[in-house]
T-cell receptor, first 113, second 115 residues
Framework: AQSVTQPDIHITVSEGASLELRCNYSYGATPYLFWYVQSPGQGLQLLLK??????LVQGIKGFEAEFKRSQSSFNLRKPSVHWSDAAEYFCAVGAPTGNQFYFGTGTSLTVIP | DVKVTQSSRYLVKRTGEKVFLECVQDMDHENMFWYRQDPGLGLRLIYFSYDVKMKEKGDIPEGYSVSREKKERFSLILESASTNQTSMYLCASSLYGGLAYDEQFFGPGTRLTVL
């Protein structure tokens, strides 16, 4: 069965610092990969997704993610964090066969001034 | 912009009550979903629907049922609410196609407390 792991429950960074949120998946083939963000009091919003092709994916709000097949990872990055980036971030995996979709457990990001 | 609305932001019910959570989307999406979100567990799929009157069980359907009589509306029903159903409930929709690859658009959530 496929699964998705976000090893960091909570991360704190200073405003202006770089950010990397980790995501690892378990699946026999290359799955569809997503990052969603949930700002306080709001629903989830798609940041970016990877299906195939270029392994570095650009998303909204200055985020990017890199698919690394050898590490079964899809880490989210941002070069300079803004206070408004404080939110919960979810990695998600879709299986091309079997029509399955799973969210990770989320990483909560705190941004300090 | 796609808008997904949920009937209540906060709801308090008593054990054994029948609870209805309503979700409406305004962009003619084919697929609709109900998730529950719990700390440390992320989002777990309860049910989804890919067409009017059609439904599929997700990962945790026990204790829940759903209804989709119109394309834009998807209801989650707790037949007899229990305290372990206290949670945040999120509704989502997607345009068409498979569960695995469509972007999902989410409502703001309903925080349900069962006393």
């Amino acid at each position: 069965a496929q699964s998705v792991t976000q090893p960091d429950i909570h991360i704190t960074v200073s405003e202006g610092a770089s950010l990397e949120l980790r995501c690892n998946y378990s699946y026999g083939a290359t799955p569809y990969l997503f990052w969603y963000v949930q700002s306080p009091g709001q629903g989830l919003q798609l940041l970016l997704k990877y299906f195939s092709g270029d392994t570095l994916v650009q998303g909204i709000k200055g985020f990017e993610a890199e698919f690394k097949r050898s590490q079964s990872s899809f880490n989210l990055r941002k070069p300079s964090v803004h206070w408004s980036d404080a939110a919960e971030y979810f990695c998600a995996v879709g299986a091309p066969t079997g029509n399955q979709f799973y969210f990770g457990t989320g990483t909560s990001l705190t941004v300090i001034p | 912009d796609v808008k997904v609305t949920q009937s209540s932001r906060y709801l308090v019910k008593r054990t054994g009550e029948k609870v209805f959570l309503e979700c409406v989307q305004d962009m003619d999406h084919e697929n609709m979903f109900w998730y529950r979100q719990d700390p440390g567990l992320g989002l777990r799929l309860i049910y989804f629907s890919y067409d009017v009157k059609m439904k599929e069980k997700g990962d945790i359907p026990e204790g829940y049922s759903v209804s989709r009589e119109k394309k834009e509306r998807f209801s989650l029903i707790l037949e007899s609410a229990s305290t372990n159903q206290t949670s945040m409930y999120l509704c989502a929709s997607s345009l068409y196609g498979g569960l695995a690859y469509d972007e999902q658009f989410f409502g703001p959530g309903t925080r349900l407390t069962v006393l």
